[in-house]
């Protein structure tokens, strides 16, 4: 079968009645989960086509189809560093990430650890947004 098909609600199993234009708000726009250490190798992506490492801590996520607009949301976890060895959450909280020049073509991030940039061995961005 050919065509198109075309949904404007979806009814839930209660009898409520949600908008599809509601759900798409809220499906991710884009996600990267990378490694930062010594360069940026990407794990898994959607609608990233690349991330460079500018330099220590210094990233920028291309997105493969621009974004509506720069009023988007970014969920940022990091976790793990270059020297010491940390993995896993119970370190999360040591490490912080900030994110600036949020274009609808991408955007920059930075991890640090203190006041200074810091490669984490795990680092996952969603962008939410129209």
Wanted: net charge neutral; aromatic share 8%; proline share 1%.
């Amino acid at each position: 079968m050919a065509g198109t098909l075309v949904l404007d609600t979806l009814q839930t199993g209660t009898g409520t009645n949600i908008s599809t234009a509601n759900i798409a708000k809220g499906i991710a726009r884009a996600w990267v989960n990378l490694n930062g250490v010594g360069g940026a190798v990407v794990r898994s992506s959607f609608n990233v086509t690349s991330v460079v490492r500018n330099a220590t801590g210094d990233y920028t996520i291309n997105f493969t189809t621009p974004l509506a607009d720069t009023s988007y949301a970014v969920v940022i976890s990091t976790s793990g560093g270059a020297t010491n060895g940390i993995t896993g959450a119970v370190k999360a909280s040591a490490y912080n990430g900030t994110l600036t020049n949020m274009t609808t073509s991408s955007l920059s991030v930075y991890t640090y650890n203190v006041n200074s940039n810091y490669d984490v061995t795990m680092l996952s961005i969603v962008i939410f947004g129209n």
